[in-house]
């Protein structure tokens, strides 16, 4: 899937977790960004992205 930054937005970090808890990615961005959800298990994750002090979380499922 594809996480879609505005253009406002110079730099950011992107962290997903499982509903355990469980960190499953971490990594700063700048521009879109393509995850591949290959990488996960069926399940619901939560997205947080972070920059100049904004919060936004998004809940997604990963079925395969």
Do not use: C
Not at 23 to 33: A, D, T
Not at 43 to 59: A, E, I, P, Q
């Amino acid at each position: 899937f594809m996480v879609a930054i505005p253009s406002s937005i110079v730099e950011g970090k992107i962290k997903i977790v499982d509903v355990l808890g469980n960190i499953v990615l971490e990594e700063k961005v700048s521009g879109n960004k393509k995850i591949n959800s290959e990488q996960f298990k069926n399940g619901v994750y939560l997205l947080t992205f972070t920059s100049n002090g904004l919060v936004s979380t998004k809940r997604f499922v990963v079925r395969h």
